[in-house]
């Protein structure tokens, strides 16, 4: 029987779309690397946050301000599936300003951000709080940060938990998720698409490439863009500390299980996932600038992850223009917008309407001059 | 409980520790795990996060299940830190760890 | 930073570890006119088998004579003025253009070396044995109590009861016995089929005659002194509220109870394996010593300027770690200046002891295998000790579609811990391995992520690195 769907990556984008597809009755086969490949999906910060994104695309925010709106039904409803606590918790959130300089800069971003939509303007909550209003919210918030954005839309879930959900509630509605196998080609059939593995291949009659870094290969095969790349996030999580009353930051956050994680820093260094003495150092110097209470608290972990960055930040949303049918979906921030893929793209994809309805999130972007 | 061998009694240094507030006298070669379950046993040594009572198992760094306040500072691996003439252990019934509150450095 | 001199200290060759093969490795090179330095987390030299050999606080009639060897080691050690940092844990090492780049923590400070060669001597751990109830305070693993004994002169107030396989069991309980105070009984996890072994491999048995000697004379003392040995023994539980209270066993079928106050476990002993994971050295699964063991070549060495011995590279003894650090020594300084007549009939001697010993330990390995599996544990059994994950946590886990090591990680929290996965890495691998029917190879182990060694944010924060930086 063949299906209607493969899907190249098993991270948390080709599972929020398997699922959505899945759900609505399609028949998907997920393939997915090894073990040991790149996944995005295993390292992240686990935010579901709208506070900086889109700046420079206010539909890259609509769409993410969309998707925190969605998550709380998305999260229950994988919950009930699947039995999984996902730690998912909307309450606020701070982006931290450690200086005034960079309290300054924020403002005006988000002002200007602001400027160019009318539904951003108006669904688009912040505030800026300087330390004494943050310290509420954050308790023993260090003396050397000078403030932070809040906004109400931004929450945190546990990240594994909801790629564990994904694959858990994929496997009850029937897709067909095939680990360590990787995809080496892809190809055009004559009623569909054609996806070569090592020792054989799958068919069927739509393909979607969410293959992270490996889009960068395949992608193009089937006239998409293959522009992403590597942008290395190094993270350091602590030992468990009993839980505080407490909003979420970029910068820190505990976890539902009381470890405080730190993130993280942006490093152009191509496929290296190792981490660096010198990083480590300053981001455990920032959690204690942060935090001074938390100087005696041990370090478990330390880990670099990879992001899967396109030029300019924003999505890859596109149908191929040479080979209907083949889709092309890649991203940062794919917890955020999880539950937007595996529902409002995930409908776009199965209506065969991406092109209309996301063109501005199109590979083609990449290929004409840029417009300031 | 554990106890010392007659000769290993009669002819080794020893030193005040503090535990939970108690003075005690214990071996100076010994590590705060090994002071502890000699003079209090294993029982009551360390709550873990799930509720469930713990005490060392391996004494030679690899468990974890040995933490234990040591001058103040919390989870410390109780089977690598030798003891010290004065020095404050607190057992973790349950984990006493700094917060918010308690300093702000 | 790395450009900044004065922010790292230099060692022409850093040793990690001063048990027997690091102090030997260290004496040897200092001898030739190298300058190593030593690193090891405890406060005096001696590793696990020659633990406070310096100042013993048991007779020697209790530890046993092999004691003496170990202080001849260290007093050589000593002897030779190297520069030795005892309480100095290593929580940091990665591979650097011109070496090797070790992050060392002492009192609290954390100190940045960079070395051009290494030697790493880091020693073995005692293989995790998960059975029902062993987070119990009152179960304790045999090594634990005997570096009770080494210590401080330790014993345990009541007799305890030892359960497991491997020589230590019998070690310690002679040494119990030496001390006056025998253990109530032994369950001998061993099945009784490869008790018979030294009689089908008589070629091995006589390399390993020493050791086999030994190991009867203690068995025979043991029974003597009327401590029963149990065989047979098919599962075991340990019971009890907030300590233990009681074990369970099934000896042939039919379950037994005996009232308990301190269980020692111990199924052998397997070579710690966090830091040649960090260096991404290649671990191979060795079926008879049921580990994976960082891959070598002839001069025990892994890597360029990097060499494994001991018992953190395969289980060999203490006497094998003595050979195998001089052998490594001589291998640096052949490396630094090749090496004289003399020195090449050293190492070429110790090589051949060494390779005659390590038919005996073949024979040893068999004998000890652990009988126990891991699948086979009730679904209750704790796997992962930090997290208080069961064998069917994971399992459910592997259903919803954890098909490798890191990803049972990701979807349990197995191994995110403080003990790093210490005490549950190579049994999550055993699991997948048997559930997915495919070799520990195949399966393979997760990714090691740092620190190698405990470290606080603050003392990360304001290592000498960062200081250096601020002046
Ligand atoms: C340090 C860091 C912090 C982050 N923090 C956040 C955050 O707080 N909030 C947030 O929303 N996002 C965050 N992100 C981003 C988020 O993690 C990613 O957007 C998301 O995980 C991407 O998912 P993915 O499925 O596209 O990619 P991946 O998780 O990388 O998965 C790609 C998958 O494709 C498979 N694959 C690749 N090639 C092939 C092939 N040839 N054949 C078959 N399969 C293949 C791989 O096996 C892999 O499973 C963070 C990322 C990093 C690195
Ligand atoms: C608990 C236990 C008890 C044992 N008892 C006996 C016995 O009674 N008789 C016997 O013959 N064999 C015994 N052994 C076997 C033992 O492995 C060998 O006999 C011998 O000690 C191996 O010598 P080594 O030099 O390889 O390592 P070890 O003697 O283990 O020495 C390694 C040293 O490295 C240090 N180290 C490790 N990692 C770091 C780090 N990151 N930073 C700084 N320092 C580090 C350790 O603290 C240790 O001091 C025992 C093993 C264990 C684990
Ligand atoms: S007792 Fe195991 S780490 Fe201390």
């Not at chain 1, 063949?2 to 998907?28: C, P, S």
């Not at chain 1, 992403?228 to 999580?237: C, E, S, T, Y």
């Not at chain 3, 004994?149 to 009541?158: C, I, N, R, S, V």
Request: with cysteine.
């Amino acid at each position: 029987m063949r299906q209607d769907f493969f899907i190249v990556g098993g991270g948390v984008v080709g599972m929020a779309i398997a699922y959505g597809l899945a759900r609505a009755g399609q028949g998907v086969t997920v393939l997915d690397a090894d073990d040991t490949a790149f996944r995005a999906s295993r390292g992240n910060a686990g935010l579901t946050w709208v506070q900086g994104k889109g700046v420079g695309m206010p539909s890259y925010a609509e769409i993410s301000l969309d998707s925190v709106q969605a998550w709380p039904s998305f999260a229950l409803e994988l919950q009930q599936r699947t039995g999984l606590e996902l730690e998912y918790e909307q309450r606020g959130g701070v982006d931290l300003c450690l200086d005034e300089e960079e309290a300054h800069a924020r403002r005006t971003e988000y002002r200007e951000l602001q400027a160019q939509s009318e539904r951003l303007r108006r669904d688009f909550h912040w505030e800026y709080l300087d330390r004494e209003q943050l310290l509420p919210f954050l308790p023993g918030l260090g003396e050397r940060v000078a403030g932070g954005t809040w906004s109400p839309h931004d929450g945190h879930c546990n990240p594994l938990y909801l790629l564990r959900a994904l694959h858990a509630a994929c496997r009850r509605l029937g897709v067909d998720i095939r680990q360590a196998t990787p995809v080496e080609n892809l190809a055009r059939t004559e009623s569909g698409f054609r996806a070569t593995l090592r020792e054989s291949h799958v068919e069927a009659e739509r393909c979607i490439v969410a293959a992270g870094l490996g889009a960068k290969r395949l992608a193009p095969q089937l006239g998409l863009s293959g522009d992403v790349f590597p942008l290395r996030g190094q993270m350091l999580i602590t030992e468990r500390m009993p839980r505080v009353e407490q909003l979420p930051t970029p910068q820190i956050r505990q976890t539902a299980t009381g470890g405080y994680l730190i993130g993280d820093t942006h490093e152009r260094v191509g496929h290296d996932k190792g981490v660096t003495l010198p990083m480590l150092q300053t981001l455990a110097d920032k959690a204690v600038r942060i935090f001074p209470f938390l100087r005696s608290t041990r370090l478990v972990r330390a880990w670099a992850a990879l992001r899967v960055m396109t030029p300019d930040g924003y999505p890859l949303y596109e149908r191929s223009l040479t080979h209907p049918g083949a889709y092309n979906v890649n991203c940062h921030s794919g917890i955020t917008l999880a539950a937007f893929h595996a529902d409002g793209l995930a409908q776009a994809i199965l209506d065969d309407r991406i092109h209309t309805h996301f063109s501005q999130f199109s590979g083609a972007r990449f290929h004409v001059p840029s417009t300031p | 409980m554990f106890r010392r061998l007659p000769e290993t009694a009669s002819d080794s240094a020893e030193v005040t520790l503090w535990v939970d507030g108690e003075p005690q006298q214990v071996g100076a070669t010994l590590s705060v795990a090994a002071a502890l379950l000699q003079q209090r046993g294993w029982a009551e040594y360390r709550l873990h996060h799930d509720g469930t009572p713990r005490a060392p198992l391996c004494m030679m760094g690899v468990c974890h299940d040995c933490l234990i306040t040591i001058d103040g500072e919390p989870n410390r691996q109780g089977c690598l830190v030798i003891v010290k003439d004065g020095m404050r252990i607190e057992t973790q019934m349950p984990a006493a760890q700094p917060t918010p509150g308690a300093s702000t450095g | 930073m790395s450009e900044n001199p004065t922010s790292s200290q230099v060692a022409e060759v850093a040793i990690i570890g001063a048990g027997p093969s690091g102090l030997t490795a260290a004496t040897r090179l200092t001898k030739a006119g190298l300058k190593p330095v030593v690193f090891d987390l405890n406060a005096a030299p001696g590793g696990q088998v020659y633990r406070q050999v310096e100042s013993p606080q048991a007779d020697l009639r209790v530890t046993g004579i092999d004691y003496r060897l170990g202080q001849r080691v260290v007093e050589a050690f000593r002897r030779a003025r190297v520069d030795y940092r005892p309480d100095s844990r290593v929580w940091w090492v990665q591979r650097v253009d011109a070496g090797f780049e070790l992050g060392v923590l002492h009192e609290g400070r954390s100190a940045v070396w960079r070395a051009r060669r290494l030697i790493l001597c880091h020693g073995a751990m005692e293989r995790p044995f998960p059975f029902p109830g062993w987070q119990l305070p009152g179960v304790m693993t045999a090594g634990a109590a005997q570096i009770l004994l080494k210590q401080g002169g330790l014993l345990p107030e009541d007799a305890p009861i030892l359960v497991g396989s491997g020589p230590l069991i019998y070690l310690l309980g002679w040494q119990y016995l030496q001390a006056g105070h025998p253990p109530t009984c032994i369950l001998d996890l061993t099945p009784r089929l490869q008790w018979r072994l030294p009689l089908r491999q008589p070629g091995k048995a006589w390399h390993a005659r020493g050791y086999l000697f030994k190991g009867l004379k203690m068995m025979l003392a043991l029974k003597r002194a009327g401590v029963a040995i149990e065989r047979d023994i098919e599962a075991l539980e340990a019971i009890g509220d907030k300590v233990l209270e009681q074990i369970r066993y099934r000896q042939r079928g039919h379950w037994k109870q005996r009232p308990a106050s301190l269980l020692l476990s111990h199924v052998g002993v397997m070579p710690e394996t966090h830091l040649t994971r960090s260096l991404g050295l290649t671990h191979r699964w060795h079926a008879e010593q049921q580990s994976f063991l960082p891959v070598r070549d002839d001069t025990l060495s892994a890597d360029e300027n990097l060499w494994v011995v001991g018992d953190g590279a395969a289980i060999g003894g203490a006497v094998n770690a003595m050979r195998e650090g001089t052998l490594s020594a001589l291998e640096v300084i052949a490396s630094y200046h090749g090496l004289t007549k003399k020195e090449r009939h050293e190492r070429d001697g110790l090589r051949r002891e060494r390779a005659r010993d390590l038919c005996a330990r073949q024979l040893l390995d068999a004998m000890f295998l652990p009988s126990l599996n891991i699948d086979a544990m009730p679904e209750e059994t704790i796997i992962c000790r930090c997290e208080a994950l069961t064998r069917g946590d994971l399992d459910q886990a592997i259903s919803d579609g954890a098909e490798g090591p890191n990803q049972l990680k990701a979807f349990t929290r197995c191994g995110m811990g403080p003990c790093q996965g210490r005490q549950c890495s190579l049994n999550a691998t055993l699991l997948l391995s048997r559930r997915l029917a495919q070799t520990p190879d195949q399966i393979g182990q997760w990714q090691i992520r740092p620190p190698v060694q405990t470290i606080t944010l603050g003392e990360l924060a304001t290592s000498s690195m960062v200081e250096n930086r601020v002046t």
